[in-house]
């Protein structure tokens, strides 16, 4: 393990908090409205959570992918490709749901998305199991918002 950088550290935080502004911003803003005017599974939570939980869960995953980076492992490489590549499919999912207003669309992201979360985890904890386990809250609420999403999908494809 190499000795700790905060600037990297930083670079690895604000890039995956970006990458998360950036999606919200494409998406089109006036998220309240419409999520509010959607029919709703229970347990839905109001709409100010999403940004508060979003900013803690992508700080977490930068500072994760961060342990990684620092790793001397070799298998380091493809297990950031994959963290990458969940990120992007991250990145995408506020533009088809908020921007596209693709229920059906969404359901597809984001339950690929939790396949991506699961299989970083596996890399990661294979490296370093604490990178792993700061991915944790970041599986349990995207699989909470595969509950929302496909709850949302069913109780409004027909609206």
């Known amino acids: 393990m190499k000795k700790a950088d905060l600037k ?21 803003g006036n998220f309240s409205e419409f999520y509010q005017s959607l ?5 839905a939570p109001p709409g100010w959570l999403f940004p508060v939980m979003w900013t803690i869960l992508y700080a977490l995953m930068g500072i994760s992918a961060y342990q990684i980076y620092q790793s001397d492992d070799h298998r380091k490489l493809p297990a950031l490709r994959l963290y990458a590549i969940q990120l992007a499919v991250n990145f995408l999912w ?32 294979k490296i370093r199991k604490s990178a792993a386990w700061l991915n944790l809250p970041y599986l349990l609420w995207t699989a909470f ?15």
Not at 9 to 25: D, M, N, P, Y
Not at 39 to 43: A, M, R
Not at 145 to 159: D, E, K, Q, V, W
């Open 94 to 125: 506020s533009i088809v749901f908020f921007r596209f207003r693709s229920l059906s669309g969404a359901v597809f992201v984001i339950l690929l998305l939790l396949i991506l979360i699961i299989l970083m985890m596996i890399k990661f904890k």
């Open 145 to 159: 918002a595969s509950y929302l999403t496909i709850g949302i999908y069913l109780l409004n494809r027909n609206a």
């Open 39 to 43: 029919n709703q599974p229970p347990f």
């Open 8 to 28: 990297v550290l930083l670079f690895f935080i604000i890039g995956t908090e970006l990458v998360g502004g950036l999606s919200g911003l494409l998406s089109g």
